[in-house]
């Protein structure tokens, strides 16, 4: 039978599923903006299942006699968990997808304000996690500038790319890329294209004049 008022709480149920959706969305433009993980597609769906299965949860069980409301909503955080878990990775000793799993994570409890109707506290956390994200990427917001730069070396035939990467080390810089590539100017040989980075305001100026220091480094210059 048809409760009274059914048909205006599935208008307020289908608003909250658009709202979530629509948050998740701008979250995950944010992301792709800037090339990571999980983009929009991807948080679009985390806030529309996570709002999906807190509706479930409240109102999907009232037939019932006993029933807890809360079950299948706690095991969205755990299942999220899972989620966030697959999206960070480490790559030359660096740690990276924290932020995106955590922005996932967020954006699922966002999710779930909106699913359970609690409209004020899920708007706040959406303009809570897209401003994070988008004001604290600068490092120089919070007065840790960073440099970045891309470079071609060659190295002494018995160096590895192991003493190489030690060497950038100890002068500060984390190698994000190591890759072997052809010689330009020569094919018989090969070359380390690499992506360094450290928390520091330097030049590249600076930077090669110090790596080219190094006895295992033949040849060091800015990748194009």
Not at 52 to 65: C, E, H, P, R, V
Not at 136 to 142: I, R
Not at 190 to 209: G, I, N, R
Request: include cysteine; proline fraction near 2%.
């Amino acid at each position: 039978m048809i409760k009274p008022g059914w048909l205006n709480l599935e208008y307020e149920l289908l608003i909250r599923l658009l709202l979530a959706t629509f948050f998740g969305a701008i979250i995950g433009y944010e992301r792709h903006s800037r090339s990571k993980e999980a983009g929009i597609r991807t948080h679009m769906i985390v806030a529309l299942g996570s709002a999906t299965i807190m509706i479930l949860s409240k109102y999907g069980f009232q037939d019932a006699k006993d029933f807890d409301a809360a079950r299948l909503a706690a095991q969205v955080v755990s299942g999220i968990g899972f989620l966030g878990a697959g999206i960070i990775f480490v790559r030359h000793d660096t740690i990276q997808g924290l932020t995106t799993a955590a922005g996932i994570w967020a954006t699922s409890a966002m999710a779930m304000c909106f699913g359970a109707g609690l409209y004020i506290v899920g708007l706040v956390s959406a303009l809570l996690i897209i401003l994070i994200q988008t004001f604290f990427v600068n490092q120089h917001f919070v007065n840790t500038p960073r440099t970045t730069i891309k470079l071609m070396v060659k190295i002494q035939k018995d160096a590895s790319i192991g003493d190489i990467n030690n060497a950038f080390k100890k002068a500060g810089y984390t190698c994000t890329e190591i890759r072997m590539a052809k010689d330009p100017e020569d094919f018989h040989k090969w070359v380390l294209l690499m992506e360094v980075t450290t928390l520091k305001d330097v030049s590249p100026a600076q930077l090669l004049h110090k790596m080219r220091e190094v006895p295992a480094i033949t040849a060091i210059e800015i990748a194009e």
